[in-house]
């Protein structure tokens, strides 16, 4: 049975684990920034919520979307966070920027993750208009930055329940 999900905000509440040890990165790109703004506010006012403190929350903005990759990268060098939620907005525009900007920050993230072994989650919206993106940034359908921090707590929490199992 396949489930279509409406609302990014939406989740159940007692499957989020608690985030009181994790150090966690969240990286926003400036460009179309009234969007992410309010991505990178519904991230980290989750990340807040279950427990993530100050002093392990590490925000950070770079100029565009393409540049979340490398920046991910770097704070993993820098900063050895447990995770890093990256932010972005594309709109689609006149030029084929979209397609290379999307192609590049999906393959990147992939790429720093698997190099890592550790989660980067893409809250990265692709959308063909601003309208798009405005819902899905605190609109009618929730907040891709709420979406971003439970999975990243979820995507910690699952990383620590193996290294209990097999020490690593
Ligand atoms: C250049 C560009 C364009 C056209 N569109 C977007 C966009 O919709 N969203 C976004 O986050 N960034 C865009 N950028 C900027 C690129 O991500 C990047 O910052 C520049 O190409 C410099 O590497």
């Not at 540049?67 to 990256?86: G, K, R, W, Y």
């Not at 030029?95 to 192609?103: D, S, V």
């Not at 692709?126 to 990243?152: I, P, S």
């Amino acid at each position: 049975m396949t489930e279509k999900k409406t609302n990014l905000s939406d989740y159940d509440p007692s499957a989020v684990p608690d985030g009181s040890q994790y150090k966690i990165g969240v990286i926003a790109a400036e460009w179309n920034s009234n969007v992410t703004d309010a991505l990178l506010q519904g991230a980290v006012d989750t990340l807040r919520q279950y427990g993530v403190k100050e002093q392990n929350l590490i925000v950070r903005r770079v100029p565009g979307t393409f540049e979340l990759p490398s920046a991910a990268d770097t704070m993993f060098q820098l900063c050895n966070p447990d995770a890093v939620i990256c932010i972005g907005c594309v709109i689609q525009g006149d030029t084929r920027h979209f397609e290379f900007i999307c192609q590049a920050v999906s393959q990147g993230i992939t790429n720093v993750a698997l190099k890592e072994r550790r989660p980067v989650i893409f809250s990265v919206l692709t959308c063909d208009t601003m309208q798009q993106a405005l819902d899905r940034a605190g609109g009618r359908h929730g907040n891709k930055g709420v979406e971003g921090a439970v999975t990243a707590l979820k995507m910690v929490d699952y990383r620590k329940s193996l290294s209990k199992e097999i020490p690593f």
